[in-house]
Every structure is written in structure tokens, then in C-alpha cells.
């Protein structure tokens, strides 16, 4: 009887396939609220921020070449897109662990798939915002599509890497995870989601930019908003060093520590 010998990448897409099929199946399924609470979270939020903001400085809603409510909107998404990307890979390994029984499957497996099904997901829910926003007469249509994909697609990247490298260290130190959860809030304090760094004083604006998140969030707003006027120090290059570092770190760590990652 005649086998055919499939290749190495062959063997890794299949593997791919049915656990993109596993995690998706299971995002979708597996909690009938998982939907809601995914586009109720930045509606939520975004309500909150309008009203304080409206109750503060009234009811003129415009940052800087910009309507205040998309302006929101996109620093939101993008920011969730990070941070969730970032949280759920932590969990990546011990959620398919039986999985790893089969020699085929390795625990960066599951760690690429789920970031895969997170980055598919936020997408899908960012452009069901787009258009609701665009229906409801807000400037949503971005002004440089491709320079907004790419900042999109950064974005998702670095949150692919921290969780990569997270997804080992939370196995080998799981205090040092413990704290990443803790990062979520004050990240969304001061990487300029919901207050604009023109309001930030410009001898404080520098210390906010050694956080990379802001990188991709201005240049995903630019991507919408052509006049809007990006923070002095804003570099998508310096995003992409912390990209760079982190995915060789994670990869480094899933290579060196792969028994151990495997292990209950």
C-alpha cells in the first residue's frame, strides 16, 4: 500500500486548521454571552467616556481635526485588540494541553492559532463598528486605508508577541503573569486611549512614548483622520523594535522550555 509523505509544513497547516477550527468553534460556542460582552465592552466604555467628557467640557466633542466619539472608537479597538491578544495567549498552553499528547502539536501551536482566532475576531467586530458608525453619519471611512491596516496589523503583532513570550513565562513564573493582568488598566491610562497627548504637557509627552502602544494607536487615528496632527515622537519603527524583540524572546522560550511547557 502506497502512502503519501506529506511535508513538514504540509503536517504544521493541518494542525493549524483544526485548531483554528477547535478555537473558533469553541469562542463561538462555548459561551453564549461571548458575543455580546465582546461588542458590549467598548460601546460600554464609550459611553462612559462621552458622558464624562460631555459633563466636563460639554457638548463639544472634537480632539484636534477629529470627532471626539470615532476618534474613541478607534483608539479603543486598537488598544483592545493589543491587550486581548496579549491576555488570552497567556492561557493558550494549559487550554490545549491535551492536545499535546499527539507528537505533531506543539505548544507555540496554540499560541500562533489563538492569537490567529483573536485577531480574526477583533477585526470582524472592528469593521461591524466602521460600519455602524458610517450608517450613523460618523467619519469612520479612513482617509489612508493602507496606512490603517498596517497600524491595525501592528498592533495585532505586538500583542501576538508579549503573549508569546507571556505564554512561556506565565508557565515558568506564573507571578510574573500574575502582574501582566495587573498592566491592563494603567495601559489604558496612559498609552493615550482615551485622553489625547496633546492635552499631555510636552516635558511628560517623552516618558509616555517609551510605552510603544501609543506608536500604533496615533498611526492608526492618522489612517482615519488625515489632518489629525500625530504626537511629536511617534515612530511606527519603534513599535516594530519591541515587535522584533519580544517574538524572538518568545520564540527563544517555547524552543528552550518545550518539555517543560508541556508538563502539567
Known amino acids: 500500500m502506497n502512502y503519501k509523505v506529506r511535508t513538514s509544513w504540509q503536517v504544521t497547516w493541518s494542525v493549524w486548521h483544526a485548531m483554528f477550527m477547535r478555537e473558533i468553534l469553541a469562542r463561538a460556542t462555548g459561551n ?10 467598548p460601546i460600554a466604555v464609550i459611553g462612559l467616556m462621552v458622558s464624562i467628557r460631555t459633563l466636563v467640557l460639554g457638548r463639544e466633542q472634537v480632539v484636534l481635526n477629529a470627532e471626539f ?4 472608537i478607534i483608539g479603543l479597538m486598537g488598544f483592545f485588540l493589543f491587550r486581548d ?3 488570552r495567549l ?3 498552553v494549559d487550554a490545549n494541553r491535551g492536545l499535546f499528547a499527539y507528537r505533531q502539536v506543539k505548544p507555540i501551536d ?3 492559532v489563538r492569537s490567529l482566532v483573536e485577531g480574526s ?3 470582524f467586530v472592528f469593521l461591524l463598528f466602521i460600519a455602524a458608525g458610517m450608517l450613523l453619519g460618523m467619519e469612520m471611512n ?3 486605508p493602507l496606512l490603517a491596516i498596517w497600524a491595525w496589523f501592528s498592533l495585532w503583532m505586538f500583542g501576538f508577541g508579549i503573549g508569546l513570550t507571556l505564554s512561556a513565562v506565565n508557565k515558568l513564573v506564573p507571578e510574573l503573569g500574575n502582574i501582566a493582568r495587573l498592566l491592563s488598566l494603567p495601559l489604558l491610562l496612559v498609552s493615550g486611549v482615551i485622553i489625547p497627548f496633546s492635552v499631555v504637557p510636552y516635558n511628560l509627552r517623552e516618558y509616555f512614548l517609551w510605552n510603544p502602544i501609543p506608536h500604533g494607536l496615533e498611526t492608526l487615528r492618522e489612517g482615519f483622520f488625515s489632518s489629525y496632527p500625530v504626537a511629536d515622537g511617534v515612530d511606527l519603527l519603534y513599535l516594530w523594535y519591541w515587535i522584533l524583540v519580544t517574538l524572538v524572546l518568545g520564540l527563544i522560550l517555547h524552543l ?4 517543560r511547557l508541556k508538563a502539567k
Open 90 to 92: 497567556m492561557g493558550a
Open 85 to 87: 491578544n496579549m491576555m
Open 32 to 41: 453564549r454571552m461571548a458575543w455580546f460582552w465582546m461588542l458590549f465592552e
Open 110 to 112: 496554540s499560541v500562533i
Open 121 to 123: 475576531v477583533r477585526s
Open 69 to 72: 466619539i470615532p476618534w474613541l
Open 256 to 259: 528552550r522550555y518545550e518539555m
Open 142 to 144: 479612513p482617509d489612508t
